[in-house]
């Protein structure tokens, strides 16, 4: 499922390298937040907003992150 964080970071041409480097964290789990594996933390969530989507509503960038895709319930299960 393609969410507006995707699409705005594939309009933007940002890789996970620039994301990581912007929440602090490797790209390999800038990628999983982005793909809904892990939560983003609040303070993640306004450094990508303030730093790399500010022309953009917070609630509109992190839209359908309410809550994590179903398969990491069953991969943990």
């Not at 933007?12 to 990581?20: E, G, P, S, V």
């Amino acid at each position: 499922m393609e969410t507006n964080l995707m699409e705005l970071l594939n309009k933007k041409q940002i890789t996970m390298d620039t994301l990581a480097a912007v929440i602090h964290c490797t790209p390999k789990t800038a990628g999983c937040k982005v793909r809904r594996k892990n939560a983003f933390t609040l303070p993640e969530a306004l450094l990508i907003k303030n730093a790399l989507f500010p022309e953009y509503e917070l609630n509109y960038i992190f839209k359908g992150y309410d809550a994590l895709d179903k398969d990491q319930d069953e991969d943990v299960a």
